[in-house]
């Protein structure tokens, strides 16, 4: 089963060098481990467009789609055979970041 797990912060640009190295650790671990499916940071919230195609034309507002004090900051796509695991995971994974996280699964096509 394949998991979204959305970083959550509160600031731009506000990773640290100490946070990177463990960060690519911690990714590394994910790789020899066969839970690495993809990840990825954010651009700030502020320079996103939000899009509503629900109408006749489609609307494009500049974005953040959500007004709040916290937002996604980055990802991972993880692969694990079940919640415990990719939780358990993703623990070392807040630790490495530096960052409260949020594991969502991705439901199947």
């Known amino acids: 089963m394949q998991y979204l797990v959305n970083v959550i912060d509160s600031r731009s640009s ?30 700030d919230p502020t320079v996103s467009t939000v899009i509503d195609g629900r109408g006749d034309e489609p609307v494009f507002t500049d974005g953040p789609f959500l007004e709040s004090k916290e937002w996604a900051a980055g990802f991972w796509i993880i692969e694990a055979p079940d919640l415990d695991v990719a939780l358990k995971l993703m623990g070392e994974g807040s630790k490495a970041c530096n960052r409260r996280l949020e594991v969502r699964p991705l439901l199947e096509p």
């Open 14 to 43: 506000s990773g640290t060098e100490e946070e990177a190295v463990a960060i690519d650790a911690f990714n590394d671990k994910l790789r020899a481990g066969g839970h690495w499916v993809f990840a990825g940071g954010l651009a």
